[in-house]
Nanobody
């Protein structure tokens, strides 16, 4: 089992940047493919990006491609989401998720563990 704790959310103006972190407990972090999802008010939780266990492969939703970057530090049991050129439509609660196994899933059902979420608000 793994516990996930996100941090780094906040309020930023359009065009600004934020860096989210997700710290994982346990000693088997490298067993998990990691992902970031987001959920805006009244909408379903949607996939943002994912990274493979080794960090060698990533995948992005079209809406964030070129603006967001996912990375992981397996020595620190942490995954990051660097968000640049933020837009008001990026406003959401951002969730970190862990998937036991290989392959980057894009559906919520693909992930086994979830963090509590961190709010990101982008003002226009």
């Amino acid at each position: 089992q793994v516990q996930l704790v996100e941090s780094g959310g906040g309020l930023v103006q359009a065009g600004g940047s934020l860096r989210l972190s997700c710290a994982a407990s346990g000693r088997t972090f490298t067993s998990y493919t990691m992902g970031w999802f987001r959920q805006a008010p009244g909408k379903e939780r949607q996939f943002v990006t994912g990274i493979m266990r080794s960090g060698g492969g990533t995948y992005y939703a079209d809406s964030v491609k070129g603006r967001f970057t996912i990375s992981r530090d397996n020595a620190k049991n942490t995954v990051y989401l660097q968000m640049n050129s933020l837009k008001p439509e990026d406003t959401a609660v951002y969730y970190c998720a862990a998937r036991l196994g290989s392959g980057i899933g894009v559906a919520t059902k693909d992930y086994n563990y979830w963090g509590q979420g961190t709010q990101v608000t982008v003002s226009s």
